[in-house]
């Protein structure tokens, strides 16, 4: 029997192919097609006869062996690479939702998923609702006959709401609905959403999963005929496929994956609480912190509070503004996830698709900042906050 390893090990070591050569490292297949030995061969691969592969949109070896790592570290039968996280969240929505379908998703979710619902799907005929996905009885009162979909982040972009799994996965089982959870926030090292039952799980890999800012990519992790289905329809006809070269940089990211998610936690717990003792700061977002209403969900659900943390200042908009201008080691900048502490406005940046009812609906408030916390020592993060905050006072 296949002895069960520690995540580590297995961030290293999961779907490694025998590499041509010895080769330690997994080589680049940098080619867009494949050739056959005949074309009988040809028609083999095409009608499925014969294993192998036929042209990099339908298939790569690079990217394959990302696909199983990421497979096994999600618990799951199998996942498909995508060329963006956006890519991740609309093949999996496009794949499951035909017009007059129906979809439930968290009101709070990253700007350019909250237009993919409300501006994109809709003109397909797609119904969406948004909910409090923390008010239980809001979410089973949006249930309808035509539901087929329940789509959620936790911890949310921006503000880090947490919400409960168990009873998502158990609503979508009773109801029969596909639970779609993004756990681009936490990875699966510090969480894994299908060990509660939820159905897929996407990833923007742009992220943590890189975690080094050099690759826009996705990832869809599920049982085996959900894959079959997102990559024989979504990927093979729209094409959203992710390069082998992007795939690679992802494969050596995911090494290191546990041992930066461990300092991305430890910078984030200390920050969150210096934070919350700043007088001109005036609530800290950040599940890590007692103070935090999804705190209880530590250990069980996920196992620290990760990397980001939102807050608000005592201040006006033109004080804020000043106040991120100041700083020199946190960039202005959106994304998350990367060695370098990066800090950004959702109000006009990552959530200016919000129309300012939602924003209001959401918590995305003028005043409102995330940081995305690197791997930095943290008492330079925090003298660069501190020195930049005394600005804010003057
Ligand atoms: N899901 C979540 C939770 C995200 O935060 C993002 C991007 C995506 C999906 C989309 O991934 P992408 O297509 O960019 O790979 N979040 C961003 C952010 O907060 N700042 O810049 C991008």
Redesign the pocket.
């Known amino acids: 029997m296949k002895q069960k390893q520690h995540f580590d090990t297995q961030a290293i070591h999961s779907g490694n192919a025998t590499q041509p050569y010895g080769c330690l490292t997994t080589p680049i297949y940098q080619t867009s097609t494949f050739t056959f030995d005949s074309v009988e061969q040809g028609a083999n691969r095409f009608s499925g006869e014969e294993a192998g592969y036929i042209y990099s949109r339908l298939g790569n070896p690079t990217t394959r062996e990302l696909e199983l790592k990421m497979a096994d570290l999600e618990l799951c039968d199998d996942a498909i690479a995508t060329a963006?996280?956006?890519?991740?969240?609309s093949a999996t929505l496009l794949a499951n939702l035909s017009c007059g379908d129906h979809l439930i998703a968290s009101q709070a979710?990253?700007?350019?998923?909250y237009s993919l619902l409300t501006e994109q799907l809709v003109r397909f005929g797609i119904e969406v609702t948004l909910v409090d996905m923390a008010d239980k009885q809001q979410v089973l009162s949006a249930v309808r006959e035509n539901t087929k979909v329940i789509f959620l982040?936790t911890p949310v972009?921006?503000h880090l709401a947490v919400y409960d799994l168990t009873f998502i996965a158990q609503l979508a089982k009773e109801h029969q609905l596909l639970s779609v959870v993004?756990n681009?926030?936490m990875t699966p090292y510090l969480q894994q959403p299908a060990k509660f039952g939820i159905d897929v799980i996407?990833?923007?890999?742009?992220?943590y999963l890189n975690g080094h800012g050099d690759v826009?990519?996705?990832i869809i992790c599920s049982s085996s005929e959900q894959i079959e289905l997102i990559a024989s329809t979504m990927i093979k006809d729209i094409g959203a496929v992710l390069g082998p070269f992007d795939a690679w940089l992802i494969l050596r990211g995911l090494k290191t994956l546990s041992v930066r998610m461990e300092r991305h936690c430890t910078n984030g717990l200390a920050i969150a609480q210096w934070l919350e003792k700043q007088p001109a700061v005036n609530k800290v977002y950040y599940p890590g912190l007692d103070s935090h209403p999804g705190n209880h969900f530590i250990p069980e659900q996920m196992t620290q509070g990760g990397g980001v943390i939102a807050f608000t200042l005592n201040a006006e908009l033109e004080q804020v503004k000043g106040f991120v201008n100041a700083l020199s080691l946190f960039k202005i900048a959106?994304?998350?996830g990367d060695a370098e502490s990066l800090i950004?406005h959702?109000a006009s940046?990552?959530h200016a698709t919000y129309s300012d009812e939602d924003k209001k609906t959401a918590g995305i408030t003028d005043s409102l900042l995330?940081i995305s916390v690197g791997l930095e020592h943290s008492d330079d993060l925090i003298n660069d906050l501190d020195h930049a905050l005394v600005g804010l006072s003057n």
């Open positions: 963006s996280g956006m890519g991740a969240v979710v990253y700007g350019c998923t982040e972009n921006p993004d681009t926030f996407v990833h923007s890999a742009t992220k826009i990519a996705g959106v994304s998350l950004q959702p940046m990552t995330r």
